[in-house]
């Protein structure tokens, strides 16, 4: 392996990707070195011409700005596709800019308009570039890779603050403005290297008013719930940051001292952020979860305002804007534009750039306006402000956990508009999630160098014996076999009189002729409930005829009552899979007619036996009659091991959201890549832990080396195999197996040994 190779599976980024990855990487590097410079620019100049206490006017400022301009980006986005739009908005913002550098030396108002066109700007321009990302990627590559990227403007942030502290000590701040323009001009270019197949179209529908976005806001609860995190953080943010420069304000003066404090501080914060990125992100987002997430951030503000209310002063005040700028950066922003992911692309593109300007305009507004209310108008100390920081954050714990709840919901549902087709009309085609094998074990190789067709049957027929040798199935002392004599002659004796409960073995037994089965059938439905104890006896008796138990089930289906309903959960753990697929099936057709499963318990248990059998043993699983059509799987099986699998994802059906999981399914076999990258994500939100973990090397998006680590070796699969109750190898080579594994280094199988 290389070290491309090595530090690309580290990093989790597959060879599709890379060109992705490094472009949004670099563009992000490239956005927030631009707000980091913009910042400490407009701060510095702000600061050393004004008095500090202005500071909620200007904001006030930003938040008017900032609305009608994320109507008109908004706007924007209803006639061109994200990228275009973003491109107009870079170049605009480089031509203002430009514009205003010339004055801003000695006037107040350049000064003020400098502040407000970065501020708005700067928001509006990281709004657009997630809003490219976001339709490059998927649920699953956006979970796996938003925190690589965010990274990438991590280091921007850390780079430039680190050179703009750097850079005052030699020039005056207002030369470093035309740093903003080449930024954003090699954005721009960036932009252009964006792979087309990744984006969808531009809109072809009407225009739509821009009142629709604040529409999509108010009825979408995810987006709801994720507006009022981002409105509410931003408002935190203010107040802290407002402590924070008040406190840098009356230990520092000058510009360039305020200048080099600021450069310094974005600088080294963002170094933290990047360790967090690089080390905390993708772990917390997959294994905590969204809630949890974002709950590091206003736990983190918690405590450290606590502090500031017992030791006020600078250093308190610059851990506290650290820990929100670390986090904010870092955790906080990767979670937030994911959860922008699932969210439909014309919701998303709607009122994602509103979101982003109006709820953090309206949060910094908030906020300005609370430090204008306790602080300027009421002379209170700002260390006052810890309570109003305290009490935010609570909020947002309990927005958080809301805020998991909503993510969740919001999979169903795309997973049911999916199901339907809807929404989901197929943006590029999906590559296919092909098993993983579990072993080093390729099952047709053994077989064929066992020579012998056993294993390669159509089906089974026998059932092992006690001695563990294949041999004939005796039937259970309970049951009489049915007399030699033509099927016509046996339907028609019991077509002359009403069936009753007596005639009930006769009947199961007629389940094993071709010829009359269905007719048997229909004949045991109609004696009902009163044939459920005798036929569950006969399909929960492992040494009962095997073609027999496996037609039962679908007879149970229709039978109603508590004893015909245990006896197929019973079922579900029968030696032979056809009974245990057969039965999951008649289960799953109960609960569509309203029956409710009461016994969750059972059903799990059966899930986690299903995969603790093995790759090697799922290929060999088979259907002996024709699969009927199912609201699962639709048709038969195309792929070695997919009943299996099939099965699995019944027995799922269960104990979840059926639908959901209907449309997971279809997510995992069909060829939709959002659909399945959906799947993906309800299931490792919705399985227990143990269950996601065995689930996933036949599903999930593994690394090569969570592959590697799911090999498992020869010994434990043929162990399988022979465990499994199926005539997968007979008489001598059975012997010749069960030999293997007590001495493999002495009696290994016939033909070279799979490595």
């Known amino acids: ?83 275009r739009a973003q491109r107009a908005l870079t170049l605009l913002l480089a031509v203002l800019v430009a514009a205003v550098w010339p004055f801003l030396p000695g006037s107040s108002v350049a000064v003020v308009v400098f502040y407000l066109v970065t501020a708005v700007g700067t928001v509006l321009l990281t709004s657009g570039f997630w809003l490219v990302v976001s339709e490059m990627l998927v649920v699953r590559e956006a979970k796996r890779l938003f925190g690589l990227i ?142 949890w997430s974002i709950a590091v951030l206003p736990l983190a503000l918690l405590a450290l305002s606590a ?12 851990g506290m804007r650290g820990a929100d700028a670390t986090f904010k950066k870092s955790l906080f922003r990767s979670v937030i534009e994911f959860l922008w992911v699932p969210v439909p692309g014309d919701v998303r593109r709607r009122a994602k750039t509103f979101v982003d300007t109006m709820a953090e305009n309206a949060g910094d507004g908030l906020g300005a306006l609370i430090v204008l209310g306790l602080v300027t108008f009421a002379g209170l100390s700002s260390v006052t402000l810890s309570w109003v920081v305290i009490a935010m954050s609570l909020w947002l714990l309990w927005l958080a956990r809301r805020m998991g ?90 077509e002359q009189r009403p069936p009753v409960v007596d005639d009930a073995p006769r009947l199961a037994l007629l389940l094993a002729r071709d010829g009359v089965h269905d007719t ?37 289906a229709f039978i109603p009552g508590e004893e015909a309903r245990r006896a197929l959960l019973e079922a579900l753990s029968a030696n032979r899979f056809e009974v245990r697929y057969r039965a999951a099936r008649a289960l799953a057709q109960r609960r569509r007619g309203g029956e409710a499963m009461t016994e969750a318990d059972v059903v799990w248990a059966a899930i986690r036996r299903e995969l603790s059998r093995g790759r090697a043993v799922w290929e060999l699983a088979r259907l002996l009659d024709p ?64 269950v996601r973990r065995k689930l996933w090397p036949f599903i999930g998006d593994l690394s090569a080396e969570q592959s590697r680590r799911a090999l498992r070796p020869l010994d434990a699969v043929i ?6 109750g199926a005539t997968l190898f007979v008489g001598d080579e059975r012997d010749r197996l069960q030999d293997y594994l007590r001495a493999p280094n002495e009696a290994p199988p016939r033909g070279p040994r799979p490595d």
């Open 307 to 318: 502090g500031m209310l017992i030791a006020p002063g600078l250093l308190l005040a610059t």
């Open 150 to 291: 965010s990274a990438g403007g991590t280091v921007g942030i850390l780079v430039t603050g680190l050179a703009v502290g750097e850079a005052v000590r030699s020039w005056e701040p207002s030369l470093l403005v035309p740093g903003l323009v080449l930024l954003l001009l090699a954005s721009a270019a960036l932009n252009e290297f964006v792979p087309s197949d990744r984006m969808s179209a531009n809109p072809t529908g009407p225009a739509v008013p821009w009142t629709r976005s604040v529409r999509d806001i108010v009825q979408t609860r995810h987006v709801r719930t994720l507006t009022l995190v981002v409105l509410v953080v931003a408002a935190v943010g203010t107040i802290v940051d407002f402590q924070f420069k008040e406190a840098a304000q009356e230990a520092l003066s000058g510009e360039r001292a305020l200048a080099g404090f600021f450069g310094a501080f974005y600088g080294w914060t963002g170094a933290l952020a990047l360790g967090v990125q690089l080390l905390l992100t993708t772990r917390v987002m997959t294994r905590a979860g969204v809630a």
């Open 520 to 556: 048997a059938a229909h004949r045991l439905g109609e004696l009902g409930e009163a044939a459920a104890p005798a036929l569950a006896r006969l399909i929960t008796d492992e040494t009962a005829d095997f073609v027999v138990r496996r037609r039962l089930a679908q007879v149970l």
């Open 405 to 494: 709840a909503e993510y969740f919901a919001t999979l169903r549902s795309r997973l049911a508009e999916g199901l339907t087709g809807e929404t989901l009309a197929g943006r590029r085609p999906r590559r296919d999630i092909e098993p993983r094998t579990l072993s080093r074990l390729d099952v047709s190789r053994l077989l064929t160098s066992l020579g012998d067709a056993a294993g390669r049957r159509e089906g089974p027929t026998e059932a092992p014996s006690e001695t563990g040798r294949a041999g004939p199935a005796p039937m259970s002392d309970v049951w009489t076999m049915l007399p030699a004599q033509p099927d016509e002659a046996l339907i028609a004796d019991l």
């Open 719 to 724: 162990h399988d195999l022979l465990e499994t």
């Open 1 to 83: 392996m290389t070290p491309a190779q090595r530090l690309g599976e580290w990093l989790g980024v597959r060879a599709s990707e890379v060109r992705v990855v490094g472009l949004s990487f670099t563009g992000a590097f490239l956005v927030m070195s631009f707000l980091v410079l913009a910042r400490a620019l407009r701060e510095a100049a702000y600061l050393a011409a004004f008095d500090a206490t202005t500071l909620p006017y200007v904001m006030g400022g930003v938040v008017a700005l900032g609305i009608p301009a994320a109507a008109l980006f908004s706007r924007g986005l209803e006639r061109v596709n994200p990228r």
């Open 627 to 690: 699969k009927e059509h199912d609201e699962l799987a639709g048709g038969r099986a195309a792929e070695r091991g997919e009943l299996s699998l099939e099965h699995v994802f019944r027995l799922l059906s269960l104990v979840l959201d059926a639908e959901a999981i209907r449309a997971a399914w279809r997510g995992i076999k069909g060829g939709h890549e959002e659909l399945g990258s959906l799947a993906l994500e309800y299931l490792e939100q919705a399985l227990p832990d143990d």
